[in-house]
């Protein structure tokens, strides 16, 4: 899970605000404004990882498709 703070922080909240997912969703928003990620960064290296392999590989099979394009 990506964002696992998002539902366990509107559950806990949940029972003394029934608005509490617009609370988490509006902590949010702040934090990406703010430019502070709101995410569990522990696995940010890895799934970059697992998206250039993927795209390198799609890329090789379909040379001829201009999108995605490759950074490196």
Not at 17 to 24: A, C, L, Q, V, W
Request: net charge positive; aromatic share 16%; hydrophobic share 30%.
């Amino acid at each position: 899970m990506i964002h696992p703070d998002f539902g366990y922080g509107a559950r806990k909240l949940y029972r003394y605000d029934e608005n509490s997912y617009k609370i988490m969703a509006e902590r949010h928003k702040q934090m990406a404004r703010n430019g502070i990620p709101y995410w569990y960064q522990g696995y940010d290296e890895l799934l970059k990882m697992i998206a250039r392999a993927r795209t390198r590989e799609y890329l090789k099979r379909h040379p001829d498709d201009p999108f995605p394009y490759e950074d490196e």
